[in-house]
């Protein structure tokens, strides 16, 4: 998907190829709605405290959001280029259209689709129907983690909470509803069970 950012914003599309990627790395990476990922400020990014402050939620609660390592190294190279192009003014928009306009939801959307096809990301079987969505980069980043603290042995009855109010959920059933099951997160929690009951067996 990042690699094939440049096709998808050629020299018709308005948005250049390293505003696409980082809004991508946002999605995935914060486990951001695309909607809050749009209405990020200059002041809302803090590098050195590595967070990102996000307003205007669903629930219209305001949430700091820490970034990991990567996220963060790829948001202030990011931060150097897009200063030396658009307003650096603290309310100034994070994303931007070449003209320094705020990113649209419809463009970014177009944008998604066409890089989805160049990169041959599809569900087989559905033709145009129930393909991947933008909206679903924030999901894959939410079973990702889940799929590490799994194989790290972690106490997922502890971290669920922790993980949802990152979210932005107002309860863990949005959480547990949200992470659906893949065949990978299937397999991370049938390994931790035989676990347990290969300890349970011999205690």
């Known amino acids: 998907m990042l690699d094939v950012a440049p096709a998808a914003c050629g020299p018709c599309v308005p948005l250049d190829a390293y505003v696409l990627r980082t809004l991508i790395l946002l999605l ?7 909607g809050e990922a749009l209405r990020l400020t200059i002041k809302d990014v803090n590098l050195e405290q590595s967070i990102l402050c996000i307003r ?3 629930f219209y609660k ?7 390592k990567h996220l963060n190294t790829a948001l202030r190279e990011y931060m ?3 200063n030396l192009q658009f307003a650096t003014e603290p309310d100034a928009p994070l994303l ?8 649209s939801q419809s463009a970014v959307r177009s944008a998604f689709r066409r890089q989805r096809a160049l990169a041959n990301v599809q569900c087989a079987g559905y033709g145009g129907h129930q393909q991947p969505r933008l909206h679903d980069l924030r999901h894959t980043g939410a079973v990702h983690r889940l799929i590490a603290w799994y194989r790290s042995g972690a106490d997922l009855q502890r971290l669920l909470p922790q993980l ?3 979210l932005g959920h107002i309860d863990l059933v949005s959480t ?7 065949p990978e997160l299937l397999h991370e929690a049938s390994t931790r069970f035989e676990s347990y009951a290969m300890e349970t067996h011999h205690d």
């Open 80 to 82: 150097q280029r897009r």
């Open 28 to 34: 995935y990476g914060a486990c951001l709605r695309h």
């Open 164 to 166: 949802a109010t990152y």
């Open 56 to 58: 205007e939620t669903k």
């Open 96 to 103: 931007c259209f070449r003209d320094g306009r705020p990113l």
């Open 176 to 182: 547990q509803r949200y992470l659906t099951l893949t």
């Open 62 to 68: 305001t949430r700091l959001v820490p970034m990991g």
